[in-house]
């Protein structure tokens, strides 16, 4: 069976305007430009998995449930828009969290890369083949750990400070840009 190209993104910052822990559906709020550069990956035959750290439900902010509803409403607004996310993959753990079965150093929070060679063996995914496209240090650390191409997204709504971060191959406004240079 053929391996898989897939584009992993990141969630806040990357799809959706990143909200501090953002804990309710109604806080939610895509990025310029988010929609159309999914759809443009899905037409050239990318797999689409969210790949997003979560230390609010270890840190007591929100549950598992709430960001369940979250994320069925992101994929409600995209699937109106007549796209389909591949999967979702999230890290709840955070070793400074206050909930007990979540505060562990785990295997999973980016920049380590559990969740995409999860996700890769689940997807049959070819990583070498395959983009994480984040906002930050962890996901391009996280991309690169898995051998992927990584693509900083560098806007007005994150990244402040000029300083290049590690390990990216290339910057990038928004996920319309980044799917121009790939599809």
Do not use: W
Not at 75 to 83: A, N, P, Q, Y
Not at 93 to 114: F, L, M, N, S, T
Not at 138 to 164: E, H, Q, R
């Amino acid at each position: 069976m053929n391996r898989k190209k897939a584009v992993f993104l990141d969630r806040d910052g990357t799809i959706v305007v990143h909200e501090p822990y953002l804990s309710s559906p109604d806080q939610l709020k895509l990025l310029p430009n988010a929609i159309e550069g999914i759809r443009l990956f899905k037409e050239s035959g990318y797999l689409v998995i969210v790949i997003t750290n979560q230390s609010g439900i270890a840190r007591g902010f929100f549950d598992e449930e709430r960001l369940t509803l979250i994320h069925k409403k992101l994929m409600s607004i995209l699937k109106d828009e007549g796209i389909e996310i591949d999967d979702i993959y999230y890290c709840p753990h955070h070793a400074e969290g206050i909930v007990e079965p979540y505060k562990v150093d785990c295997d999973c929070r980016k920049p380590k890369p559990k969740m995409l060679l999860n996700a890769a063996k689940q997807h049959n995914i070819d990583l070498t083949q395959s983009l994480m496209i984040g906002d930050s240090e962890v996901d391009m650390l996280a991309g690169k750990n898995a051998g992927c191409t990584c693509v900083l997204i560098k806007n007005d709504c994150n990244n402040t400070s000029i300083a290049p971060i590690v390990d990216t191959d290339y910057v990038v406004k928004d996920l319309l840009e980044a799917a121009k240079i790939f599809t």
